[in-house]
């Protein structure tokens, strides 16, 4: 079976698996119901008294009153909640419906088909995806409540929430409520912009070390692969992961694991085996959301057995350099920098062992392999886009005096880089069109309202930033297409140019690849200049195309 033939059958088992999964939930919150309500009437029943001419059914109900009650009312819950609620109670059943998002999870590009529900309802603030429960995000006064207005009302669900603090651990991206509040006060300072400044000489120096192992795979590599047209494909993914871990590593607690200079890294190939793509960890990934995690964990999968084994091995590395920085500072030889992650954690002493491991798990995934897809996504936009390729090498030459090619040695000052309109604007637009986290949901916890609609406990709600970033109600008729210049904005008297926040839009919920409100990414600035760094470093001193 093909490729093509096997996300067909994947996409029709997803779907399958979403209207059944539909249906059970909505049966299943049933039950507590069916059975206080028919146990109360078998109760009454069995006291009654029928006469002696009754018919089989009222015989058969006088005998097993709590059976029959229990079934009945059920019954007629389940004919309430699956025909009656929908068409004449329901708050949310004036929606659009589509179903075209129903197999979300395995296509590619993930979000694609919520782009394509939002351009067939190009007013709607909100799409009902097929179902009961689930509902898109589609206008920016959806976002602005689910994110912002109404946010204590809305977090992640605990399937997903368990499924990703396998990976990740329980740290500041999985917890919800007042525990994540908690851990978010804590971290926050350590993420305040003159922290992030202080990092762009570490940043600087392990970007010259990137384009100097690129350099070397071109040479070895590009000959091998040069076509009729000249062009030649070079894998830089795995690079590009190994830059940002070695960025991360220091930044987030003191540790250079010094990947791309050495041999082998344990850490580096356990994150390459763990988002190694396959038909077998989309089917993985399926069954994570369909069933319980508990579950999941004992099936007798090789995905499973790979994820809780490199789960536990960072899990242990990280506790294993927590000690050791801990004894460093006992010992009065602090080796952790000012910037520092891990130096604030330990300065609070807010912070368990076990909360300080998850936070560093946490940073230490989040922190390297999101930065490192966007990087590999830049790349590819620049080979695409020539024209693109040459405004940005130009404008990255003249500011920072490049010699004969090749990129400064010293630092780089924080002030030029971010100062530099085409830069910020094309690492902007790679945010924008490539997010990190293409789709993400989030769940009613009571009672609220959304985009002025009454919305019930337990409606999810679908925000998918590939989708809402890609608009064209937001960013015109070339969303699609990457532009530098909808980041600049030029001073009609002095021609001054300079970059903008906004991409030329009127909402700030216009972009979610870094969402808003009180969940907004911890990491984005981090992100963004450990961004501005390695396309400064990698276009400017590359070959020209």
């Not at 202080?198 to 091998?224: N, T």
């Not at 693109?388 to 030459?397: D, F, G, M, S, Y």
């Not at 970059?499 to 972009?511: C, I, L, W, Y």
Request: overall charge positive.
């Amino acid at each position: 079976m093909d490729e093509n033939s096997q996300r067909r059958v994947l996409n029709a088992f997803v779907r399958f698996g979403f209207k059944a999964g539909d249906t059970l939930v909505t049966l299943g919150r049933l039950v507590p119901r069916a059975l206080v309500a028919g146990m109360l009437s078998g109760w009454l029943v069995s006291h009654m008294t029928f006469p002696a001419h009754a018919n089989g059914l009222l015989r058969e109900l006088a005998s097993h009153p709590y059976l029959w009650s229990v079934l009945l009312v059920f019954l007629v819950l389940a004919l309430d909640a699956m025909v009656l609620y929908p068409k004449l109670r329901d708050p949310l059943r004036s929606l659009p419906v589509t179903w075209r998002s129903s197999a979300m999870l395995v296509e590619s590009p993930r979000g694609k088909s919520s782009l394509a529900a939002m351009k067939d309802y190009p007013d709607a603030s909100l799409i009902r995806l097929g179902g009961r429960y689930a509902v898109l995000c589609a206008g920016h006064d959806a976002l602005r409540d689910v994110l912002s207005t109404h946010a204590a009302d809305f977090e992640k669900p605990w399937p997903v929430r368990s499924f990703l603090a396998r990976p990740l651990g329980w740290g500041v991206i999985v917890n919800e409520g007042a525990l994540h509040h908690r851990q978010r006060r804590i971290l926050n300072p350590a993420f305040h912009i003159g922290k992030i400044r202080m990092l762009y000489g570490l940043m600087w120096a392990k970007v010259l070390i990137f384009a100097q192992k690129l350099e070397e795979v071109i040479s070895q590599e590009a000959p091998k692969s040069i076509g009729d047209e000249g062009w030649a494909e070079v894998e830089i993914a795995e690079l590009a992961s190994r830059l940002t871990l070695d960025i991360i590593g220091p930044a987030a607690m003191g540790r250079d694991f010094q990947s791309l200079t050495s041999n082998g890294s344990n850490i580096s190939d356990a994150y390459q085996e763990l988002l190694r793509p396959s038909f077998g960890r989309l089917i993985f990934g399926g069954l994570n959301f369909m069933l319980p995690q508990w579950i999941v964990k004992w099936l007798p999968l090789s995905s499973n057995r790979i994820l809780t084994e490199i789960s536990t091995f960072l899990k242990k590395t990280c506790g294993e350099i927590l000690q050791d920085k801990k004894r460093e500072i006992a010992e009065g030889k602090n080796s952790l920098p000012d910037y520092s992650i891990l130096k604030r954690i330990i300065e609070t002493g807010e912070l368990t062992d076990d909360e300080t491991e998850d936070q560093m798990l946490t940073f230490l995934a989040a922190g390297h392999e999101t930065t490192a897809g966007a990087l590999t996504w830049a790349c590819w936009l620049c080979a695409t886009n020539p024209e693109v390729q040459r405004k940005l090498r130009a404008e990255i030459h003249t500011r920072l005096e490049y010699v004969g090619g090749q990129p400064p040695e010293g630092i780089v000052s924080w002030d030029v880089l971010e100062s530099m309109p085409y830069l910020n604007g094309f690492c902007e637009e790679v945010l924008r069109l490539y997010p990190t986290v293409p789709v993400t949901v989030r769940e009613a916890q009571r009672a609220t309202a959304v985009a002025g609609y009454r919305v019930p406990k337990g409606t999810l709600f679908v925000l998918v930033p590939h989708a809402t970033n890609r608009n064209p109600r937001a960013w015109g008729p070339d969303a699609d297409r990457v532009v530098p210049e909808r980041w600049i904005d030029t001073d009609p008297n002095t021609g001054v140019s300079r970059p903008n926040k906004t991409g030329g839009t009127k909402s700030n919920f216009a972009g979610l690849t870094f969402l808003h409100g009180p969940r907004a990414c911890i990491g984005q600035d981090f992100a963004k200049a450990e961004m501005r760094c390695a396309v400064a470093g990698l276009v400017g001193g590359s070959r020209s195309s």
